[in-house]
């Protein structure tokens, strides 16, 4: 595991640890931009990071939601830590915005692609293996023009959703063994990877070695690592919904955090169905948990996730110990 720690003169005291439960010193500016990628196409991309803000939030067109964020706000001067959002299956690069607000907010860079193919806007699932192929380098891309763009260190942490969430693990040191997939698949295994065609070929950009830890929320499909690809994986830790039905937390979540490397940990949300991680069920009634009185609702959960998720960050990004006390 790589750490990084915020440089002061010898005699300074260390600076103090902002409290990742209220809102962080800084501004929120964000910008959309749409990236030219080397593998054909393009890549969508939303950015959230350190700004001077005034006036109010802009909405996240489509939708009429709004955050903390305002498009084009002027930067803060200074490098500052990345973090790489991966969306969800049929999901969108702003889905979890109130965490990649939450993360700016606290002094991080924040990019978020959309994988083609794969948001509520273009989903195609008679691609999927195509797209599991991409995800990675997708990641791999947004963080080369976040770096580029914005000064930020060139090492990251990787956050996701479900989808998100394997491409979390997939970028972050996972080794895929899709020959034990299909075997524990055959003997019996349930899982959602088992339905789908995965990809023949080598997945580009899997694991990026600047890729020193993260976040995976609600992760699908840990047996595609086999039984023990995600050992040399550090500094990843798993959120869970406690009714997830779409990737249990018995049958997912546990067991990935049973294989990954030290140190890892396990976040799970009390009554938390799978999309309580995003804004899918803000959007109406349109998944089975949403509106349902007896799962937890995105106003009670986000902000513990965002909290938990934002110390798990500070503390792989700073070393900093007293981060443990929120965790």
């Known amino acids: 595991m790589v750490l990084f720690f915020l440089a002061c003169e010898p005699d300074d005291p260390a600076p103090a640890p902002m409290d990742p439960t209220v809102e962080g010193p800084y501004g929120v500016g964000r910008k959309t931009a749409a990236l030219d990628d080397d593998r054909g196409g393009t890549l969508t991309v939303d950015v959230w990071y350190p700004a001077d803000v005034s006036g109010e939030p802009d909405p996240y067109a489509p939708t009429v939601f709004t955050g ?4 084009g ?19 969108i690069r702003f889905q979890s915005f109130f965490l990649t607000e939450w993360l700016a907010s606290h002094g991080f860079v924040v990019v978020a692609p959309d994988h083609p193919h794969n948001t509520a806007f273009d989903y195609d699932d008679s691609v999927l293996d195509e797209v599991m192929a991409r995800r990675p380098g997708d990641v791999s891309r947004a963080a080369d023009y ?3 763009s914005y000064g930020t260190e060139e090492q990251y942490l990787v956050m996701g959703h479900s989808f998100g969430g394997w491409t979390t693990l997939a970028v972050a040191g996972g080794t895929l063994d899709f020959t034990w997939m299909d075997q524990w698949c055959a003997d019996g295994g349930v899982g959602e990877l088992c339905g789908i065609d995965h990809p023949t070929e080598t997945i580009a950009d899997q ?20 039984e023990s690809g995600l050992a040399n994986e550090t500094g990843v830790a798993v959120m869970a919904g406690e009714k997830d039905t779409t990737c249990p937390l018995e049958g997912e979540a546990k067991p990935t955090v049973e294989r990954l490397g030290a140190p890892t940990a396990l976040y799970t949300v009390a009554g938390g169905g799978h999309f309580v991680f995003s804004i899918l069920c803000d959007l109406g009634p349109i998944q089975e948990e949403c509106g349902d009185p007896t799962y937890a609702s995105t106003e009670e959960a986000q902000p513990g996730i965002a909290a ?3 110390a798990w960050a500070l503390r792989r990004w700073t070393g900093d110990e007293a981060y443990d006390a929120w965790l």
């Open 68 to 71: 903390l964020a305002r498009i």
């Open 73 to 91: 706000a002027p930067r803060v001067e200074g490098e500052f830590p990345l973090v790489v959002f991966s969306h969800g299956n049929g999901g």
């Open 146 to 148: 976040a770096i580029e």
């Open 207 to 226: 694991p990026d070695p600047r890729a020193y830890g993260g976040v995976a929320m609600a992760p699908c499909g840990w047996y595609s690592f086999g």
């Open 308 to 310: 938990w998720a934002t």
